[in-house]
């Protein structure tokens, strides 16, 4: 049981940090005046956000399993 409780832990910490890193790229992108370069992060900061929702539903399918 504890195993679970640290994996959903660090599934919710991974999660968090996909999305900090999303808001870092886009913070990047905004300050950035080379038009590549923007673009660039806000692909990365799109691509962050795309790895946050499928995590976020690889965790709901998990607690809907009952894997918590």
């Given at each position: 049981m504890a195993r679970q409780?640290?994996?959903m832990?660090?599934?919710h910490d991974e999660l968090d940090k996909l999305l900090a890193d999303a808001e870092d790229c886009d913070l990047i992108a905004s300050l950035a005046t080379?038009?590549?370069k923007r673009a660039t992060f806000r692909r990365l900061a799109a691509q962050f956000r795309e790895m946050a929702e499928q995590l976020k539903a690889d965790i709901a399918a998990r607690t809907a399993s009952?894997?918590?």
């Open positions: 409780v640290t994996l832990k660090d599934l080379d038009l590549a009952g894997e918590t």
